[in-house]
């Protein structure tokens, strides 16, 4: 049986896109309270259903696969430049398929200009018009107004035309961050991405014999396995552990662990891999907002993704996959590295900023063991000495020492200089992953 939660989530997902919903509307329909709709609506924001607008109301907008996650619609670029809808409310659900900046004479600005676009310009209400009738909608920049012409225009055609305060050039960069954004979330993989679905998981129910599990272990050769109630809810964890000291007529719920280590679909897949090292577990479930088991992870297909990814072409680059490209191997010295502190790098002293120092100490440190041992490795401790500032421009190098290597963990030393003095030493431990 369905909790009102997920049966509003359900009715959510039957709407028809662009349809306009409200929390007094759902609470009504649904006979629910208002808290619930609320919570519901929320949640449904939250998994790219709707888009809540100020002074709109919310809108079921087209839920995005994942590959074409970069296209925005309408209604998240009203909330990304904090616009506001003039005009064609009804179109706020589409997606856009590029943006066009109108900074050109209006014959060639309109050759630009297609169905699914975007125009960004500022008070020139003949582009808007065009615009309009090519089938583009517009994003007005600098705070300006669109004709009442022009209005009509957006609700007859079901286009937008928004007002924004900034710039032309500041809205284009806002723009352009959301979709920078959307193609390194992309990239990251999550637990849905690489889950082993209900259907295929094998798991207990909390009132089976513990011959159950015997059973389950020789047909599968698991050695745990999750344990729900009747409503499908996790409640705990049994492995073969867990059963010494129980007889087969002994119930599951008796034996097994309470409160298991669990992980939800939106979690990255390597957050959850640490998770599994530092735990030593090597099964870990998988459940949605109501804690209900939708499937299992292993270790092995945690590891097997991660290296997957390693070798993926990216589209985005976070901060760190920055910091990285700049890391050089210094010629003739085997694992030591050079690095240039560029301005992004800087802290407010024009120094080398502690969050870019400790990248590239983890960086060498990894780099170091992969040519080692050929191993991943997780970053357990790092002890860092700042000897003295490293300033901007400085060329600075560095040179790893494993001190120590075991099957599990390692530990590096690194020494940081410029011109020839160390101006920095960095201790860390990591453990080691088995392929």
């Known amino acids: 049986m369905a909790t009102k939660h997920e049966q509003i989530l359900d009715y959510i997902e039957t709407l028809e896109v662009g349809e306009k919903i409200s929390v007094r509307r759902i609470a009504k329909e649904l006979q629910v309270s208002e808290g619930t709709a609320y919570r519901a609506i929320k949640e449904a924001e939250n998994k790219r259903l709707v888009s809540t607008i100020e002074r709109v109301g919310t809108i079921r907008i087209e839920r995005k696969k994942k590959e074409n996650i970069e296209r ?37 600005m309109m050759r630009y200009t297609e169905a699914g676009n975007l125009l ?43 007002s924004t305060s900034y710039d032309t050039f500041t ?96 979690t990255s897949v390597a957050s959850a891999g640490h998770r599994m090292i530092w735990e030593g577990i090597d099964l870990l479930p998988a ?65 080398i900023s502690y969050g870019a120092y400790t990248t590239i100490l983890s960086e060498a440190a990894t780099s170091a063991l992969k040519t080692k041992n050929r191993k991943d490795s997780v970053l357990e401790n790092l002890t860092i000495y700042f000897l003295k500032p490293v300033q901007l421009d400085s060329l600075i190098y560095i040179k790893p020492v494993i001190l120590d290597i075991s099957r599990k963990s390692a530990k590096v030393d690194i020494e940081v200089s410029f011109e020839g003095e160390i101006v920095g030493k960095a201790l860390l431990t990591f453990q080691l992953l088995d392929r």
């Open 72 to 108: 925005l619609t309408y209604a998240e670029i009203v909330n990304i430049v904090d616009g506001q809808v003039l005009g064609g409310r009804t179109g706020l659900h589409k997606s856009l398929t590029k943006f066009v900046i109108g900074a050109m004479q209006l014959e060639d």
């Open 287 to 351: 459940i949605d907002e109501q804690g209900k088991l939708c499937g299992v992870i292993s270790r092995q297909d945690v590891l097997k993704a991660i290296q997957t990814a390693q070798r993926q072409p990216q589209q985005g680059e976070t901060i760190d996959d920055i910091i990285i490209s700049q890391l050089q191997m210094k010629p003739h010295e085997k694992l030591s590295l050079e690095f240039r502190v560029t301005p992004q790098m800087t802290n407010s002293y024009g120094s």
């Open 120 to 162: 960004i310009v500022g008070n020139r209400y003949k582009a808007h018009e065009y615009a309009l009738q090519a089938g583009a909608a517009v994003l007005v920049t600098g705070g300006f107004d669109a004709s009442d012409t022009v209005k009509k225009l957006a609700d007859e055609y079901e286009l937008p035309v928004i």
């Open 171 to 266: 809205v284009a960069t806002m723009i352009n961050r959301a979709i920078y954004d959307q193609l390194i979330k992309k990239e990251i993989l999550l637990i849905e991405d690489i889950l082993i679905p209900l259907e295929n998981t094998h798991f207990l129910h909390h009132h089976d014999p513990i011959s159950r599990y015997r059973e389950l272990n020789k047909e599968t050769t698991h050695g745990g396995f999750p344990v729900v109630d009747d409503s499908g809810k996790i409640i705990g964890i049994l492995t073969s552990r867990d059963i010494i000291g129980f007889s087969n007529e002994d119930s599951v719920e008796k034996a097994m662990t309470k409160d298991p280590i669990t992980v939800s679909l939106q």
